[in-house]
């Protein structure tokens, strides 16, 4: 590491912005190559690869063998666009560990190997961030002490540090009674690396701030605070702080005739959309059952986007012989699944009346994504058996190497009916989605399963057995049905294999007790859903939810095990319901967390646990809140409103209004504005208190959270290439002299592809919802876009990244380039000049997240009056000559917020002075693109904006120029969101600048 060490340290009072940053500039990142004894300073960009090469890899073993990995295309891509480094670390986390580098059952060789042949160098990781991995830590530096000597000098790319800790400071704080050992671990394992390895550690700092009451932030200030206790000891301190959340949820109302149905249930039943079928997401249809004199009519309602709200539009009826009077539906775990190659709709709504046999009983299934009737299979009896009760389920919950079956957890229609024959004897009967035809159903029983109790209900999950199957990347095949009586008894009908169900215990002869941990049954169940981290590969594990009224308990049942009781069960009291519930279900308004209660009381009032079952229990209590904008007189069936893959659903709550739906979807077009004005303050503090106030010779680094809205729950939200520009121009601004984006896995799932319709990730693999927002989201290409822009790989030829750590750069001090406006606290830049030439670099960044209150430019007092701007990435300033004074000034007066603008100025080009032709555009994040335009004296010009098919959408101003600078600005309006094409025309002239509108 270069050394850049204040004298002293100092306690940081208060964080001032707005100004040239060249007191920032310096805290290089160095390195010694292997065997080298030399010292080597670069600025690394780097992909954190994270588990993109083992996902795709295990994607590839299940289903697609003989298509090239594309991730190690990706690096390619990435490093013509200027990245230097891959952060590879996932291959060393296994437990166990080859005898030596490269031996069989290596993961980290090939792709570590073939990232540095490409010229990629890496920082190697593995280390796990945990207290009791001390072992399986010093097998990653072993590995490393063999293989980085095995390796030297092989490649064009070096092993240039190592990955040790992903946010050791929230364990930390997490954990405050264990806080010596956290610091401890950081400390110890830096020692090591450095003492056995020679390198530098990286390590993700997540922690910059309190959170205060009124929901701001608190900046930490001084060196008591965590982050500089662990940066102490920490090489390459890496601010990881989530930009921006686009974490609104909305609640929509899905207006309604006064016709009250008498059966209202959700599942998918419509699948004609293909690039969801690709993707293999699922929306629900509302299916309503309405009287029609002694017979009833089915109505199937698509839930569609009008532009402005969502609509109920009706895309199928139908005809019931009878008036039915009950119904069983699958849920939200349904939807579009593959088997034997052939992709179908797994879903079923079953109606019955009690007084008729269970052959009359009508199935609608999805017959080529359409809703159609079926017939349940003859068997023997099943004229004169009446039902009790049925259950829509799925079965062949699997897939291997033979049979792409059951592709994330979809299997095949499985539906369970409950009958009683004349003496009052209980029978079960299964019928599946046939082999040959999977729309069709056949029988899995010869003849009717006899119970030996009183069964009244049953329902369909996959309630046993851990995450995966030996040898594959699904769920272990251990669903089933849990058939119960109202005292709690029940058995349970697993399938065994893909041609065997058995009934347990005893071949259902006896029953176990006590389903949910007590005698007697809950007054409501529901199915809850665990589905993980990623969605590709699994579809999670299942329980029972039951809600106890009278004690205000919800109690959960499931099992650890691959088959038997249900004997895992935990309780929670519910905390803040105010009054009589009659309504209980489940939601999950987003992609990570697990499922939270929803209850309907007395008054319509709705209220919603305020976390996740899994992560809002304190004391084994959870508390409820009011939800806003909506009410409900019961809730009837969870809805996945918007496509998705996951559990993440919303429930109906049928009002005077309509149906209601908490939380059904994000916003479209909000953004969490708070996250952006945090965001620069947490590079400054990771700069001050990670960096300046420590004694250690280390760097800052900026971790870019560089995945899009389907990424995680709370993903980053990058509308355009302007605004990741932005997220990685501000720590560069701050200080950052290393970028790390993460991370390659989430941004490859960040969509659908590019816009030129290249999918980084098999459709399947793809990580969606619930948002309407399924167009491509190519983060990847945004990302290699924006650091193009800083390597001059751009549209611009300037590197500006390696002028920072190049000693013939040195930077502006603030007598030398200043804020045109003392007060601006919104404008920051650092200002480079060359020692050999008369070139001068600027990066600047606008902070503001509305419109500035200020008169932002950046007047530079030495400079000559012919300066130009020569060439520019992301917004383009006027060069304009202060007012009776000398050198020159950038005018930033129509610079949108949330913006980065990148510029060569030298004296004697080409630039934009001289023609007095000028067009300058950028998008905030808000969607308000502000234009600035010149046209010269007597010159007749339009300005006008074109759509990505090139036909003219409006003339926005027309008139004679004076030469001077005209701001005005463009909303998205009447205009659909896209991609557009500002122009500003003459007879002679045409200059083009882009803008986002959304």
């Not at 095949?412 to 299964?430: F, H, K, N, S, W």
């Not at 272990?476 to 065997?500: K, P, S, W």
Request: hydrophobic share 40%.
């Amino acid at each position: 590491m270069k050394r850049y060490l204040f004298s002293s340290l100092f306690l940081l009072t208060t964080l001032v912005f707005g100004k040239n940053m060249w007191e920032t500039h310096g805290h290089n990142f160095s390195y010694s190559p292997f065997g080298s004894g030399e010292q080597k300073v670069m600025f690394p960009v780097a992909w954190d690869v994270r588990s993109a090469n083992g996902l795709l890899n295990a994607w590839q073993k299940l289903y697609s063998p003989y298509q090239a990995n594309p991730v190690y295309a990706i690096l390619r891509e990435s490093m013509e666009n200027g990245f230097n480094t891959a952060v590879v670390r996932a291959e060393l986390t296994d437990k166990w560990f080859p005898p030596q580098p490269g031996a069989y059952g290596d993961k980290f060789f090939p792709i570590s190997c073939q990232a540095r042949e490409m010229g990629l160098n890496i920082i190697a990781g593995g280390i796990r961030t945990s207290l009791d991995e001390d072992e399986h830590n010093q097998s990653v530096i072993d590995y490393l002490k063999l293989y980085i000597p095995l390796t030297a000098g092989d490649f064009a790319g070096d092993v240039i540090g190592i990955f040790a800790f992903d946010e050791p400071d929230v364990k930390y704080l997490e954990n405050p009674s264990q806080g010596d050992q956290w610091i401890e671990l950081v400390s110890y394992w830096n020692e090591v690396c450095s003492s056995e390895l020679d390198l530098p550690v990286l390590c993700y700092f997540a922690k910059f701030a309190d959170a205060t009451p009124d929901g701001q932030m608190s900046y930490y200030s001084d060196t008591t605070r965590i982050l500089n206790r662990m940066a102490r000891f920490t090489d390459m301190v890496g601010m990881d702080m989530y930009p921006v959340k686009n974490n609104f949820r909305r609640t929509d109302l899905l207006q309604t005739s006064d016709e009250e149905p008498d059966f209202i249930a959700a599942t998918d039943l419509v699948q004609t959309d293909q690039e969801q079928i690709q993707a293999m997401n699922s929306r629900d249809e509302l299916i309503r059952v309405f009287t029609a004199g002694d017979s009833a009519q089915i109505v199937v309602d698509e839930i569609v986007w009008d532009g402005v709200d969502l609509d109920l539009e009706t895309h199928w009826t139908g005809e019931l012989p009878f008036l039915p009077d009950e119904i069983s539906s699958s849920d939200f775990r349904a939807g579009y699944a593959a088997y034997s190659g052939t992709g179908y709709v797994n879903s079923a709504v079953v109606l019955w009346q009690h007084s008729q046999p269970v052959n009359q009983a009508v199935v609608v299934v999805s017959d080529h994504g359409e809703p159609a009737f079926r017939t349940l299979p003859e068997f023997p009896e099943c004229n004169t058996m009446m039902p009790l009760f049925f259950s829509v389920g799925q079965t062949d919950y699997w897939s291997d190497l033979d049979d792409a079956e059951g592709i994330i957890g979809h299997g095949r229609l499985a539906v369970l009916a409950g009958m009683e024959d004349q003496t009052g004897i209980r029978y079960i009967m299964l019928f599946t989605a046939s082999a040959s035809e999977p729309n069709d159903l056949e029988a899995v029983f010869q003849q009717p399963v006899k119970l030996f109790f009183m069964a009244e209900t049953a329902f369909w999950g996959s309630f046993w057995g851990a995450w995966y199957e030996a040898g594959t990347t699904q769920t272990l095949a251990h669903n089933g049905f849990v058939i119960a009586d109202e005292c709690g008894n029940y058995v349970t009908l697993n399938q065994i294999n893909r041609d065997h169900w058995q009934l347990f215990p005893g071949y259902g002869a006896i029953q176990y007790s006590n389903l949910f941990g007590f005698e007697g049954m809950p007054d409501m169940v529901r199915v809850s859903r665990t589905d993980g981290i990623y969605p590709p590969f699994f579809s999670g594990i299942d329980c029972l939810v039951g809600w106890f009224k009278n004690e205000k308990m919800l109690v959960t049942a499931g099992s650890e095990y691959q088959g038997g009781d249900l004997n895992r069960c935990d309780s929670v009291f519910v905390q803040g319901l105010p009054s009589e519930i009659t309504g209980f279900d489940l939601l999950r308004n987003d992609h990570r967390y697990a499922d939270r209660p929803v209850f309907s009381v007395e008054n319509g009032d709705l209220y919603i646990g305020t976390a996740g079952m899994d992560t809002g229990v304190s004391n084994g209590q959870l508390t409820v809140k009011r939800e806003n904008y909506c009410s409900g007189d019961t809730l009837i069936t969870g809805i996945r409103a918007m496509h998705t893959r996951d559990a993440i659903r919303s429930v109906i709550a049928p009002s005077d209004d309509g149906y209601y739906m908490p939380q059904c979807e994000i916003y479209s077009d909000k953004v969490d504005q708070w996250r952006f004005q945090w965001y620069p303050e947490a590079q400054q503090v990771g700069l001050s208190l990670g960096v300046q106030q420590t004694s250690r010779e280390n760097a800052l680094f900026a971790v870019v959270q560089s995945f899009g809205r389907h990424g995680f729950a709370l993903p980053t939200y990058c509308m355009s290439p302007d605004t990741m520009l932005y997220l990685v121009s501000v720590p560069i601004v701050a200080g950052a002299r290393g970028l790390v984006f993460y991370a390659l896995d989430v941004s490859m799932m960040s969509g659908n592809g590019g816009d030129d319709g290249v999918s980084r990730a098999p459709f399947v693999l793809q990580n969606w919802g619930p948002s309407r927002d399924t167009q491509n989201v190519d983060m990847v290409g945004t990302v290699h876009g924006a650091v193009a822009s800083l390597t001059g790989n751009g549209d611009s030829e300037t590197d500006y990244l390696s002028a920072l750590v190049d000693s013939t750069w040195t930077v502006l001090d603030q007598s030398e380039a200043y804020n045109r406006t003392p007060a601006d606290t919104l404008l920051n830049f650092i200002a480079l000049k060359n020692s050999t030439s008369d070139t001068i670099l600027v990066i600047a960044v606008n902070e503001s997240t509305s419109e500035t209150p200020f008169d932002p430019g950046i007047v530079f007092s030495t400079l000559p009056v012919a300066t130009e701007i020569v060439s520019s990435e992301g917004y383009v300033p006027a060069l304009v000559n202060p007012a009776g004074g000398s050198g020159i000034e950038l005018d930033y007066s129509a610079m949108p917020g949330v913006a980065a603008s990148l510029l060569t100025l030298a004296t004697g080009g080409s630039g934009q002075q001289g023609s007095g032709w000028v067009l300058n555009s950028g998008t905030s994040s808000g969607g308000i693109t502000g234009i600035t335009f010149s046209v010269p004296p007597n010159e007749v010009a339009e300005l006008s904006i074109y759509d990505l098919a090139g036909r003219r959408v409006a003339s926005l101003w027309q008139g004679t120029g004076n030469g001077s600078f005209v701001h005005t600005s463009l909303s998205k309006g009447v205009y659909p969101a896209g991609l557009y094409f500002v122009t500003l025309t003459g007879d002679h002239t045409l200059l083009t600048g882009k803008c986002f509108l959304w």
